[in-house]
């Protein structure tokens, strides 16, 4: 453990106080010592290499206070819809309010009120799937609360379910440890929208979620993932993704700049059948740093998984991208197939990119692949030799770059505000709002 570990990890008790029953205890404890053993992850370590967390593990965050601070409302404001979606909010990790089911046949939760209603379910999942390492211990050894999601055997929801996540930092730099875990039983069907949106401006906030999702056979979920990254916001999150046979898992992942963002996401079909879509776009700007590593696991025969991610980088932005795809010896028949194309659009941003496979059986279709590159010099000259200026041509190339995977986002509103956002971070980005 380094000295620069030190300041985040004087958070982290030797003895969690127990809280809730004691698999609960056991689980934080198991996970604080295993953060103490380790510490947190250094450039030595291969998967870390390009996203150095000392400003994050040096800062002297404190938990977040027992009451919403007052603002927390103007914060999320530019995350609703309108009203369309019903929403749950997550102020600093914990429940803003009464954490009620929004819609028929789905049940939500906090998961205290899990723990005291419904801990089966919630045991059979909660430190189930997720990696008891690095930020995901931390998560373990310190969330307060957070949400339980339980979608009943064979309902199928068309409304997507709204979860905002606002750290709102106050008058000292602020840690939010969100848990969020799922459960769609066998047949059921959900669309979830998560938005992750902090302060702009004043003192430093690291948000560290955690979320589980349990796929039980034939279960369907579409996952939509908005991170709007502040310069004074660190966000560090891992997604597990457990799926059963015939099940299906989309993740539409959005993460607009933040000064440092990175996003584990892993997936494992341990059922024959199941299917995967990994969708994802991310811009950096000025120093921006996102990183994405996604690893999808096709454990059983006949399943198929599809992983495109596109990116766009302006300024001194820094991009990191590190996909894996294993497919195991006896996943025969499988198809697997991954992508991440990357827009340079400054001559001083950076992009990582290593997408691999890893393949042990002989019946199966895969491919894997990596572009980095500029405005195409001919599709400009195209446009402005039929009239279109300079930087309105400039703008639509860049936002056609990424339309085809907004396009794919089911949801029309959430679609149409991600376009929006998009626009807004780009250069004269107005200009190509016609494409929306």
């Not at 390492?133 to 339980?150: E, I, P, Q, T």
């Not at 691999?356 to 599709?379: E, F, K, P, R, Y």
């Not at 300079?390 to 190339?397: F, G, I, S, T």
Request: aromatic share 6%.
């Amino acid at each position: 453990m380094t000295q620069a570990a030190q300041t985040l990890m004087d958070r982290v008790p030797e003895a969690p106080a127990p809280r809730g029953p004691g698999w609960l205890a056991d689980l934080r404890g198991r996970a604080a010592t295993a953060l103490r053993e380790t510490g947190f992850p250094h450039k030595k370590i291969e998967a870390w290499r390009f996203t150095p967390v000392d400003p994050v593990v040096r800062v002297p965050f404190a938990g977040p206070p027992a009451e919403p601070p007052a603002g927390w409302e103007a914060i999320a404001e530019g995350e609703l819809t309108g009203g369309e979606l019903p929403t749950i909010f997550l102020v600093n990790g914990r429940p803003a309010g009464q954490a009620a089911s929004p819609m028929p046949g789905v049940e939500v939760t906090s998961l205290a009120e899990a723990l005291d209603k419904d801990v089966e379910a919630l045991r059979a999942h909660l430190g189930q799937h997720a990696p008891s390492a690095y930020f995901s211990a931390l998560n373990a050894a310190l969330f307060d609360d957070g949400l339980f999601v339980r979608v009943r055997q064979g309902q199928a929801l068309e409304t997507p379910l709204h979860i905002v996540h606002v750290t709102a930092p106050g008058a000292a730099p602020v840690a939010a440890y969100p848990r969020i875990v799922v459960a769609a039983e066998p047949g059921s069907e959900l669309r979830l929208v998560e938005s992750y949106v902090g302060e702009e401006g004043g003192q430093k906030h690291l948000t560290s979620p955690v979320t589980e999702i349990g796929l039980e056979r034939g279960a369907v979920v579409d996952h939509l993932r908005v991170v709007r990254g502040a310069q004074t916001g660190y966000h560090v999150a891992n997604l597990s993704v457990s799926q059963d046979q015939s099940s299906s898992y989309s993740s539409r992942s959005v993460v607009l700049g933040g000064a440092l963002t990175r996003i584990d996401l892993d997936v494992v079909m341990k059922g024959e059948g199941a299917s995967c879509t990994l969708d994802g776009i991310y811009h950096v700007d000025g120093k921006d740093h996102v990183d994405h590593h996604t690893f999808i696991d096709h454990a059983e025969p006949r399943c198929s998984s599809q992983e495109t991610y596109r990116g766009l980088l302006s300024g001194r932005g820094h991009a990191v991208f590190d996909g894996t795809i294993a497919v195991r010896k006896h996943a025969q028949q499988s198809s697997a197939h991954q992508e991440n194309r990357n827009l340079l659009l400054s001559d001083d941003a950076t992009i990582h990119t290593k997408p691999h496979l890893q393949i042990d059986a002989d019946d199966v279709s895969c491919s894997h692949g990596a572009t980095i590159g500029s405005l195409d010099d001919s599709a400009l000259f195209y446009l402005r030799a039929r009239g279109v200026g300079r930087e309105h041509a400039e703008a639509m190339l860049t936002y056609a770059f990424v339309k085809e995977v907004v396009d794919r986002i089911p949801h029309a509103a959430s679609r149409q505000r991600i376009g929006r956002a998009l626009l807004s971070r780009l250069p004269h980005g107005e200009a190509a709002a016609e494409l929306e």
